[in-house]
């Protein structure tokens, strides 16, 4: 085989598995948004209330938090590739058990044993991009990976609501695990990668205890508090205050997701300028943008091209937390990553309070204010947490 021909089959290999990574990523996001067109749906058919249906949602984000919080250390033992699979399997299976609960309380089961096989592999994706990548291509990489999210935002869910509204809520779920399952026999593709001390888990104290680690977990829960705070109630100013129906209200996050797909193009960015100093210009740039949507939330069309602006500024942000915290230490990687995901997990679940109560005794205006707050104060300690 020539050099040539040995590079060229490398470079095919690469792609596959970026692919690979990419779909394990849509998976988890198009599961985590899934129930939210349908959940009326799920009641009637289980016969329950929507609060009761409700809870399968929190169980689905909780149960990822703690796993990603206490159970990614143990990763090192078994290995990448073995972690994904196994956690893909566990995935598959809660997603396809959600598709087949004839009560509330198996469909809350089956999203907390899906959020089980979530909180393992998230992470573990998320790292195995370090692996694959050619030196010096990393961040790149993990833009285009991390693009996932926005293929479940613009694909995945409206697909499976389809097929939902066209058969039955239940194939849609069938169709997610269906994904699921190819993802898993995808990871068969990934290298075989060790992780250094395979013999203890790494600990809780060790990860905080990383340089710069505190602050940007700090970042990373000030980030995401502004952004769902925003996120949540943006359908509902769409339709309660410019009068506009829910069609439109899904074109805003259609926007939104394009502008994330697109950003995911310019990880390399990252890599000639390091994350590091990226994520502060921005954090900066966020902090204007929420701003600016005080005048651009008073017209639709406004509002649809700042959620373009505004998704694409968030995947820069996003690719950059994740970089950061992949380069702090090799043998804690996964570790770094599982505490990552409860921290953002957390962020969605204070977001939903704060903001909620804010939404209530204020408006839509008052939550972009606070939002900017929280990117700026994330500004001003990223300034201090990256000077070397």
Known sequence: MTRLESSHEANHHFIIQTLVLLLGVSVVGSNAFLMSPVMHDISASLSSSVGETARAVAAYGGTLALTGLFLTGYVQRFGYKTALMLSGAVLTGGIASTGLAWNWQMLVVSQAIAGLGAGIMLPTLYSMTAVISPKGKESATLGKVITGWSLAMVAGVPLSAFIADLLSWRYAYFLVSGLSLAATLGFLWLPKHETGNRTEPTSLRSAFTLPASLPTFLICFLYMVSFYGVFTFLGSHVQLTLHYSTFFSGLTVLAYGVGFGVAGLTGKRLDEHTPQKLIKPTLFSLTLIYLSFVLLATSYWLLLAGCFIWGFANQLGLNCLVSILTQLDQNQRVRL??????????????????????????SFNTLLVAASALCFASFLISTTAYKR
């Not at 990553?337 to 204020?362: C, E, K, P, Q, R």
């Open 337 to 362: 990553l599982g505490i990552y995901s409860a921290v953002a997990y957390s962020g969605t679940m204070v977001a939903g309070i704060t903001f909620g109560l804010m939404y209530d005794i204020g």
